[in-house]
């Protein structure tokens, strides 16, 4: 059985992993992602290999998908009860 804390961990990964394949699909580079959220090449980078085992902020989520045009939605799904 798997922890709360591994199954938050990978929710990220799968998260961050779909926002970096869109970023793929539409041809964007790192350098012109980091362009329009204002920030550095590097900071693109340590965010989508989740760098120093970082938690990214909601907000950063938030932004990364609205400058790919989309946007995050959320779903309360009760846990199993062990």
């Known amino acids: 059985m798997t922890t709360p804390e591994r199954r ?27 362009a329009m959220l204002g920030t550095t090449q590097s900071n693109i980078s340590q965010f989508e290999s989740l760098g120093n085992g970082d938690q990214p902020r909601l907000t950063t989520l938030m932004r990364y998908a609205r400058a790919l045009g989309g946007t995050i939605t959320f779903t309360l799904t009760p846990e199993e009860e062990s």
């Open 8 to 34: 938050d961990a990978t929710a990220r990964r799968l998260l961050i992993n779909r926002l970096v394949a869109e970023r793929h699909r539409q041809g964007i580079t790192q350098v012109q992602m980091a």
